[in-house]
C-alpha cells in the first residue's frame, strides 16, 4: 500500500470527521466513519460503545503487544470562533475545523499507519488500533471500557499533538474538595472562629507546599487552589468554606499516595478525592520506541496535558502531529502537512522498532 494513497485517504476522512458532530458521549457518527474506514479496507473490527478498535492480520498470543490508541470526541467550541467549527476548510496549508488538531490529526494518521501494517507478517509486536470516545470528559465509556475487551497490552503510542516529539511522561491529575470549617454567626456579633478568615491562613499553606520528589521528565507536582465559595448572605458569617485543589501528579508519586499525603498534612477539616484513576505515565528512555524515536531525530519531553494515557496500566508514549497549543482554541486547525509527515514519522517508527 502506497504511504501517499493512505496520507490522502486519511486527510479526507479527516474532513468528514470534522463536519461531523463528536462531542465527548455523543460520538456515534463519527464511529460509523470509522467503521467504514476499516469496511473499505477489508479489515475486521469490533464496537463497544463508540470506541472501534481492530488488531493486525496476523495476530500472534506469543507476541507482545502494542496499542495505538487516539480518541474521536472533541469539545464544545468556544463562544471566540470566526469560522464555521464543523467546516472542513485547507486555506494556506491549514486544515481548519474543530478536532482538527486535538486529536483528528493523531487519529487519522494512526490509523493510516495501522493499516499500513496490517498485512505484515513478520512484526515483532502484535498491533491494535483503538479509536477511542469520552477522552475529553475522561469518561467511563472510553478507553476504560474497551480496555477489558481487548488483548493485554504491553505498551502503547497515545496520539496527542506533541509537534512529533516525544512525551514520555505525561502528569496524571487528582481533584480535591476541601472544607474549612468554623462558627457561623451574626456579622455584629464577635466571632473568634471565622471560618473565611481561617481559609486565609489555609490558601497561604497550598501556595507554600510543596511534594518531596522532583521529577526528571515532569519536574514538581504542580498543586493549585482554583475555587472557593463561602456564604450567601451579607450579615451572616458562614460555618464553612468549600475549596476546589487540582492536583498534576508527576511520575514519582502515585495518586494514592498523594491523597495520604493531603489527608495527612493539609490544614482543613475535610478533604476529599473526587477520582484516583487518573494517574501519571511514563516510558523509559530505554525503551526500543523511545530509542527509534530519537534516531528519527524526535525530541523528548514530559507532557503537563492529560490524556487517555491517563487510563492504560502498561507503559506509554504519547506522539502525534500538531501543536497542543492549538488544542481547545478557537478556529482550530492542523497544517496538512503535520499530517502527512505524522504517518510518515510513525511508520518510520514502527519499521525501527517492531520489524
Same mark, same amino acid.
Given at each position: 500500500?502506497?504511504?501517499?494513497?493512505?496520507?490522502?485517504?486519511?486527510?479526507?476522512?479527516?474532513?468528514?470527521?470534522?463536519?461531523?458532530?463528536?462531542?465527548?458521549?455523543?460520538?456515534?457518527?463519527?464511529?460509523?466513519?470509522?467503521?467504514?474506514?476499516?469496511?473499505?479496507?477489508?479489515?475486521?473490527?469490533?464496537?463497544?460503545?463508540?470506541?472501534?478498535?481492530?488488531?493486525?492480520?496476523?495476530?500472534?498470543?506469543?507476541?507482545?503487544?502494542?496499542?495505538?490508541?487516539?480518541?474521536?470526541?472533541?469539545?464544545?467550541?468556544?463562544?471566540?470562533?470566526?469560522?464555521?467549527?464543523?467546516?472542513?476548510?485547507?486555506?494556506?496549508?491549514?486544515?481548519?475545523?474543530?478536532?482538527?488538531?486535538?486529536?483528528?490529526?493523531?487519529?487519522?494518521?494512526?490509523?493510516?499507519?495501522?493499516?499500513?501494517?496490517?498485512?505484515?507478517?513478520?512484526?515483532?509486536?502484535?498491533?491494535?488500533?483503538?479509536?477511542?470516545?469520552?477522552?475529553?470528559?475522561?469518561?467511563?465509556?472510553?478507553?476504560?471500557? /474497551?480496555?477489558?475487551?481487548?488483548?493485554?497490552?504491553?505498551?502503547?503510542?497515545? =496520539?496527542? #499533538? @506533541? $509537534?512529533? %516529539?516525544? *512525551?514520555?511522561?505525561?502528569?496524571?491529575?487528582?481533584?480535591?474538595?476541601?472544607?474549612?470549617?468554623?462558627?457561623?454567626?451574626?456579622?455584629?456579633?464577635?466571632?473568634?472562629?471565622?471560618?473565611?478568615?481561617?481559609?486565609?491562613?489555609?490558601?497561604?499553606?497550598?501556595?507554600?507546599?510543596?511534594?518531596?520528589?522532583?521529577?526528571?521528565?515532569?519536574?514538581?507536582?504542580?498543586?493549585?487552589?482554583?475555587?472557593?465559595?463561602?456564604?450567601?448572605?451579607?450579615?451572616?458569617?458562614?460555618?464553612?468554606?468549600?475549596?476546589?485543589?487540582?492536583?498534576?501528579?508527576?511520575?514519582?508519586?502515585?495518586?494514592?499516595?498523594?491523597?495520604?499525603?493531603?489527608?495527612?498534612?493539609?490544614?482543613?477539616?475535610?478533604?476529599?478525592?473526587?477520582?484516583?484513576?487518573?494517574?501519571?505515565?511514563?516510558?523509559?528512555?530505554?525503551?526500543? /520506541?523511545?530509542?527509534?524515536?530519537?534516531?528519527?531525530?524526535?525530541?523528548?519531553? =514530559?507532557? #503537563? @496535558? $492529560?490524556? %487517555?494515557? *491517563?487510563?492504560?496500566?502498561?507503559?506509554?508514549?504519547?506522539?502525534?502531529?500538531?501543536?497542543?497549543?492549538?488544542?481547545?482554541?478557537?478556529?482550530?486547525?492542523?497544517?496538512?502537512?503535520?499530517?502527512?509527515?505524522?504517518?510518515?514519522?510513525?511508520?518510520?517508527?514502527?519499521?525501527?522498532?517492531?520489524?
Amino acid at each position: 500500500m502506497q504511504i501517499s494513497d493512505l496520507q490522502k485517504e486519511a486527510i479526507d476522512l479527516l474532513k468528514n470527521l470534522i463536519e461531523t458532530e463528536s462531542f465527548s458521549g455523543k460520538e456515534d457518527n463519527t464511529a460509523e466513519l470509522l467503521e467504514n474506514w476499516f469496511k473499505r479496507k477489508n479489515i475486521p473490527f469490533f464496537r463497544h460503545l463508540n470506541n472501534v478498535w481492530a488488531v493486525n492480520k496476523h495476530f500472534d498470543k506469543s507476541k507482545p503487544t502494542l496499542l495505538l490508541n487516539s480518541h474521536h470526541d472533541t469539545v464544545q467550541p468556544n463562544s471566540a470562533y470566526t469560522r464555521n467549527p464543523f467546516q472542513a476548510a485547507v486555506e494556506d496549508g491549514k486544515l481548519f475545523g474543530l478536532g482538527s488538531n486535538d486529536a483528528g490529526g493523531c487519529l487519522v494518521s494512526l490509523l493510516a499507519t495501522f493499516t499500513y501494517f496490517f498485512d505484515s507478517e513478520d512484526l515483532n509486536y502484535n498491533l491494535i488500533f483503538a479509536g477511542s470516545a469520552e477522552e475529553e470528559i475522561n469518561g467511563k465509556n472510553g478507553i476504560a471500557s /474497551l480496555l477489558p475487551m481487548m488483548p493485554k497490552i504491553d505498551v502503547a503510542i497515545v =496520539g496527542e #499533538p @506533541t $509537534l512529533m %516529539d516525544l *512525551a514520555i511522561a505525561e502528569k496524571g491529575l487528582v481533584v480535591f474538595d476541601a472544607v474549612v470549617k468554623g462558627t457561623p454567626s451574626h456579622a455584629a456579633h464577635p466571632n473568634n472562629n471565622n471560618a473565611i478568615y481561617k481559609t486565609a491562613k489555609v490558601l497561604e499553606w497550598f501556595e507554600n507546599f510543596s511534594f518531596e520528589k522532583k521529577s526528571a521528565a515532569l519536574g514538581e507536582v504542580k498543586l493549585t487552589v482554583t475555587q472557593i465559595n463561602a456564604g450567601n448572605q451579607h450579615n451572616v458569617v458562614p460555618a464553612k468554606v468549600d475549596l476546589v485543589i487540582d492536583v498534576r501528579v508527576n511520575d514519582c508519586f502515585s495518586n494514592e499516595e498523594i491523597n495520604d499525603i493531603l489527608q495527612e498534612k493539609a490544614p482543613v477539616d475535610e478533604i476529599t478525592p473526587r477520582s484516583l484513576r487518573l494517574n501519571s505515565s511514563s516510558i523509559p528512555k530505554e525503551h526500543e /520506541l523511545v530509542k527509534a524515536g530519537i534516531d528519527l531525530g524526535m525530541n523528548t519531553y =514530559g507532557s #503537563p @496535558t $492529560l490524556s %487517555d494515557q *491517563a487510563m492504560l496500566k502498561c507503559q506509554s508514549l504519547k506522539l502525534g502531529p500538531g501543536d497542543s497549543t492549538r488544542s481547545h482554541s478557537a478556529d482550530e486547525f492542523i497544517y496538512v502537512k503535520e499530517i502527512e509527515e505524522g504517518i510518515e514519522k510513525y511508520i518510520k517508527l514502527l519499521e525501527k522498532a517492531i520489524k
